[in-house]
């Protein structure tokens, strides 16, 4: 299958290896990788801060970058979330509906791509240690994903889940939110970084690039042992 | 209108800051919610199937609130058949102003009041205290309220954020009564103010959970048999309700009154559910003499008439949303500066109080979507927050953000460019630190409580071209073998 890699700004820049790891889980499966240079941002931002025209010009410009697409994944439950549950309702009643929705018919959640649409739960990967998993909202509230990553993960050589309390709770995040309401943001941080703590696990492992510099942002400064990884790069280490 | 920021916005921002790193509060809110919880899983999963259940209250709640018009004017009918009065309130005033002109009119001295939203909506107490009359809350959680000098800090729960030795010291210092730890006996102090209340009282003052169309009667449910006394005690009765109360049957009642004490409380049932009908009538022993049932609009019309939020009115009132909210658990009910807290309504307040004085609230949450997960009736309420703000830039943009969406836009339409700007992240990475949480660190507000990471030196795009390059060249290699 030939796979198009939808690889938000802030893992290109900030999280390179999430979006390599993703690469070679998939061509280890014998799938061909792509990623068109001529993506840029999904549009999210602008989105969920009300200023829907701009985010729209900015959403046209990925509908034309990815139409030829055959499967698009995203590292970010976020911008998959935007792909197929936002793009449909933002083109709404405009021309470009039906690319909207074809777009949004052909992304898919990481975890749920490998699961249910390419049948595989067992990746022959190894990773020693003790990790707890966070639902990031967007993917388990918009797309449903709750399963699959934790069918994945218990296929994973030496790796040992154990489920926080708060696994569900939202880490505070919420794009623009975070430094918008930078207080209730870190607050909602702390409650999620408690819970992970409470777990003694050594690594957070989520499917949500943008919780974990939430997460991570906030265990860096206050905790300092526990370390964030995205669950493709747990997937590909052996 | 002033020139200065607005002050619901401001007041809201204040107080967030303060509450969210108020930890023993926040703790206390949260055990308290999380055994909730653990109350409403257990419950809920007694239903055959929730899920279907919730897609039948909605059906349900659907058709009531596409036909108000003709399911109010069926109660009207019934109930005023019956010797019941209906007033219906347009706003605020008009209700205040019913309920005051017939306290006068009757010579009314003294009020008791069960629980009811909708009286801290309309300002009802204080109307009534500034003419002079003698208001009492009957409801536990109310009355430490009212004593307190609060407003509800949670719809359902309106003391719910005070630990047991501060009631026990409010009751000392405005009651008198002695210390007490224990809260059989915090009820009993407070019980024996309230008998005295309802003897007294010549008007009872009530919200109503359902507006039942097809038998005329109004539904109260609660859990401590207050409202039932506030109802037949006095000679006269005002039920003051919101127009969306509305269900079109009595049988509807037998799905929503579970489902209203599982979502809000986690009970199977709550503990006292009425039903009235009207004023006493002949033969009849007990009851009000005379029963008035204001209906409240205060701009749910508003709502109505807006097809993609019309949903907001399904609302019972359950208050699910709030005890799931991470914002509701770590803000607290009084930092919305609104009647209706939480999730519910930060949808609700713009529509009844104007977008552009509360369209923070709507701002104010990461759109995590746990109460629309949660509601009973299936309210789409974190997208509508996400419509609220689409109406708020849409209405009035704010100027600076508006320029910096342009300015994003023309960035994000153009991938060279925009390939080009992160190109400096790793030398921004590079010097951030000498700059990080001072005044000039343009993401301090991130950098103050949270580490940023540093970029690497290879983005993606550039890792992924080495590695398609080292295939093609393995692969080229290997064909020439
Ligand atoms: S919006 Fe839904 S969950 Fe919230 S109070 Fe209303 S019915 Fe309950």
């Avoid at chain 2, 359902?156 to 210092?173: A, G, N, Q, Y």
């Amino acid at each position: 299958m030939r796979v198009t890699l939808f690889v938000p700004c802030f893992i290109d820049s900030l999280y390179p290896n999430v979006g390599m790891a993703m690469v070679h889980v998939l061509e280890r499966l014998g799938h061909t990788v792509e990623f068109p240079e001529n993506q840029t941002c999904c549009g999210q931002p602008p989105f969920n801060s009300g200023y829907w025209d701009e985010a729209r010009v900015v959403a046209a410009k990925q509908i034309a970058v990815f139409k030829d697409a055959e499967v698009i994944l995203s590292g970010s439950g976020s911008c998959g979330a935007m792909f197929k549950v936002f793009y449909p309702e933002l083109f709404h009643g405009q021309p470009m509906e039906p690319e909207a929705k074809a777009i949004a018919a052909k992304t898919w959640e990481f975890s749920e791509f490998l699961v249910n649409k390419l049948g595989v739960t067992d990746l022959g990967a190894r990773f020693e240690g003790r990790a707890t998993f966070h639902d990031g909202c967007h993917g388990l509230r918009e797309l449903g994903t709750k399963l699959a990553p934790r069918e994945l993960l218990k296929h994973v050589k030496g790796l040992e889940l154990v489920e926080m309390g708060e696994a569900e709770t939202c880490c505070g995040f919420g794009g623009t939110f975070a430094v918008k309401y930078p207080q209730i943001s870190t607050a909602m941080a702390e409650v999620k970084c408690n819970s992970i703590q409470e777990t003694q696990a050594d690594y957070v492992i989520s499917n949500d690039s943008s919780c974990l510099m939430q997460i991570g942002g906030w265990l860096n400064r206050n905790v300092g042992s526990i370390k964030c990884l995205h669950l493709a790069e747990v997937l590909a280490s052996r | 209108m002033t020139a200065l920021a607005d002050p619901p916005r401001q007041q809201f921002q204040v107080d967030a800051n303060r509450t969210s790193s108020d930890s023993p509060r926040r703790a206390a809110v949260r055990r308290a919610l999380s055994n909730y919880k653990t109350a409403r899983d257990r419950t809920g999963a007694t239903f055959t199937d929730w899920k279907s259940a919730r897609a039948a209250a909605a059906t349900i709640k659907h058709e009531a609130v596409n036909h108000l018009d003709q399911y109010l004017e069926e109660f009207e009918q019934k109930f005023t058949a019956r010797g019941g009065k209906v007033f219906w309130a347009s706003d605020s005033k008009q209700a205040r102003d019913y309920i005051l002109n017939l306290a006068e009119a009757k010579g009314v001295r003294s009020i008791v009041k069960s629980k009811a939203m909708t009286g801290e909506e309309i300002h009802l107490n204080q109307a009534l205290l500034e003419k002079g009359y003698g208001v009492v809350e009957s409801d536990l959680g109310e009355y430490i309220q009212q004593l307190k000098g609060e407003a509800p800090y949670h719809f359902v729960f309106p003391c719910m954020h005070l630990r047991r030795d501060e009631i026990s010291d409010l009751f000392e210092k405005e009651l008198g009564t002695a210390k007490t730890d224990s809260p059989e006996e915090l009820t009993m102090i407070a019980r024996r103010v309230l008998r005295r209340a309802y003897i007294e009282a010549d008007m009872g003052i009530s919200g109503g959970n359902f507006i039942v169309a097809d038998t005329g009667m109004i539904s109260i449910t609660e859990n401590e048999g207050n409202a039932r006394l506030t109802v037949g005690l006095p000679k006269i009765h005002v039920a003051l309700i919101g127009i969306e109360k509305v269900v079109p049957r009595l049988g509807d009642l037998a799905l929503f009154l579970p489902m209203l004490a599982t979502a809000g409380t986690g009970q199977h049932l709550t503990g006292y559910n009425s039903m009235y009908g009207g004023p006493r009538q002949p033969g009849e022993i007990d009851g009000p003499e005379e029963f008035h049932v204001v209906f409240l609009d205060n701009h749910r019309t508003r709502l109505l008439a807006d097809p993609e939020q019309r949903d907001a009115l399904h609302c019972i009132r359950c208050g699910a949303c709030l005890n799931v909210c991470p914002i509701f658990k770590n803000i607290g009910g009084h930092t919305y500066g609104t009647t209706y807290q939480g999730p519910i309504g930060s949808v609700i307040t713009p529509h009844f109080r104007g977008l552009e004085d509360w369209k923070h609230l709507s701002g104010a949450s990461s759109l995590c979507g746990a109460c629309t997960e949660t509601c009973p009736v299936g309210i789409d309420i974190h997208h509508h927050l996400l419509h609220n703000r689409r109406n708020a830039a849409a209405q009035k943009p704010a100027a600076g953000e508006q320029l910096l969406w342009k300015a994003f836009t023309f960035l994000m339409k153009r991938p060279a460019l925009y390939r080009l700007a992160t190109k400096f992240a790793p030398l921004g990475s590079l010097l951030h630190p000498l700059i990080a949480r001072t005044m000039v660190d343009p993401v301090r507000s991130w950098t103050d409580t949270r580490e940023f990471p540093a970029a690497p030196l290879h983005s993606f795009r550039a890792q992924f071209k080495a590695h398609q390059r080292a295939q093609t060249l393995a692969s080229n290699l290997g064909g020439t073998q």
